[in-house]
């Protein structure tokens, strides 16, 4: 970034972002200083990829004109913590109106490989067109600025996402890499492909232990532009951080809300597996396809019914204090760690476990594992198979596919390595397209085109509003289960105000456990933002950047197609009712028109002219 | 203080108690726990030593409350951690 001012909000053309544009189809590389539009551009992230995207009309994900985005928060690199980001726009190839027009989309993950790409002096890549071959990209910084390369990629066709890590690893040793796995060159058959990002652990452990940029099938779109995979190349550049950055930090890990994230051992709540043990006092641990019965299968899941048998490791990205990982292996006679298995995410856990009616940890880590190779989104495959087998016990007399039903491990793994390969569109394609296909779309668990995260929607209505999948664009899933909040009022303000600011991070470069509870709209993050460059912003600026690239986000879902209806939880949620969710009913067909009613209310009006 | 059989009665209820999570290590999963009349929630977490910085959620009786609602005989509380997921 070029910063010529202290004043981003009112004069953001005089900070400029590092772009490089690719066009894969002849190979030429436009790079240019660009003056940022407003202070979303200057943040970076989807602030800045989805103004790109309102430019353009695309009817088709796999079309020429369809870019990949490949770009960095404005504190991604810095030495804040957390600050590892990378963002992954595109429209879908997966989530999609009824029309039949992609959504624009983006997907982020840590690992180091953000921090790398902007250490090279770039801040944005876009890819333009298709290679005719495959490729993979090389940026590295140079005497005269960043340099990007594109080097033929036949070697690293078929090999898993950690393998093809391995073999750039041994060609480009003190790089970080984002790979696409199988699923992505699958690109045709498979619409839910992730990136993986390499991490330190895994670069000097050899296990397979990427973060992964999920959600919304971006890791199809690098597929079928034919890029396999990219190398970011530079020397790692950490400052000392200041002693506001210093205090930010040290507030993150000791008093944010980031400590129930951390490791036991340290005090911590355990990281994100921690959440089964709450979600099933209220019997709303999602199981057999988000239809929690009211018993205490998913408690086999718990930590402390793994914790004998295998050996649990709580692991960190680069410098980051809150160690949110716990990575499970085998565990020797003797006690200690055996083969590496798999990462214990609460969201590939239980939609790969639990909701499938896996509940034996070795069985439910090797299939997270399976799919973490193939390089398909966890949610997205996790909740289309659980799909696949409640349609199965619905009609044992015309099963689908392989006739897969609840708990059995061998048939969801075929289903796993089927859809991987490209072998089973069924699948690939992702469970609204399936779900239509069959005329049954009541219990089909997705929004909008992109399948839930392991919250029941029971709990969770906003989902409905969510930008960019689940929870992770729309911070209401505790509001029920945590806030206790049954009422209108709570839910209006809920989506229309303060949940919808967790996208803010998405912007600026950091995870949310940097401050899950309040997002980016804090002293902390003015502190750091005018530590790490001399800016003088308020709380509200920042406040009025998330919102503003929200709206532009639900604005450009509106200008897809996706008419109202469409901003529903599934229909099983409101029509049936389970009596087992110890939760207050939030989801009856009363309370959704009443919320439908006041949030679009509020919403509308704010979206005229906001992609002008 | 706190057994389940200890006699109740002058000035003294008997609540019960459950622990989530991480809450549960070193102490019980659920326990009728004696305490004076007038208790508040907030002394009963202070009484079992809880790590404040983890308390999620309390609920009283099925339903969400805050830390100083007042206890009365009989009572049904469960404490329990809360973590964000991803
Ligand atoms: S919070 Fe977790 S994912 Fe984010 S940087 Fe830290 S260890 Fe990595």
Redesign the interface.
Known sequence: MNIQTTDPVSESAAVSYHRCIVDLHCGTKEFANVPCRNFEDVLGGFGRSFQELAQRQIDNAYCDENPLIINTGLLTGSTVMTALRTYFSGYSPIKGSKKGLPAAMWSTGSGKFGAKFKWTGLDELIFENRSEHPVYVVISESDSGPKVELKPAEHLLGLSTHDKIMALQKEYPDAHFAAIGPAGENWKNNYMGAVALSTENQLKSKEDKCRFAGRGGMGSLMGYKNVLALVAQSKDKVRKPSELVKAANLNVIKGG?S???QP?SR?G???????Y??LQ?FHAVPYNNFRPAGNDIPEKLFRENVEPDYHIQTEACYRCGIA?HNNISEKNVDGNKGEFLAKF???PLNLLGTNIGIHNAGQAARLIQLGDNYGMDSISLGVTIAYVMAYNERHPEAPILNGARFGDYEKARDLIIRAGTGDCPDVGQGLMRLSEQLGETAYAYQVKGLEL???QPESNPGYAWAIAGG??SMGT??LL????KSDLDSWVRGVTEDKLHIVGFDMIGLC??FD?AKGIGTQMVVDCLKSEFNFDVTIADVRAAVRRAFLRGLALEMRQGYSKDEFRIPAETIDKPNPHI?LPNITSREFIDQLEKRVWEIFEPELEGILN | MSSAQAPCGRGLMLVHVKLVGLFKTGRFVQQDIICRDGTKIEELIERLELPLQHLGIILLNGLHTSSETVLKPKDSVVLMPFVDGG
């Open positions: 809300g400590v129930r994230i036991l005090g709540g355990g990281g994100t597996w921690a959440a043990d709450v006092e949110c995410d609460y969201e995260p392991a919250y929870h992770m899933y505790g289960t945590r806030e206790g949310k456990f899950i110890k």
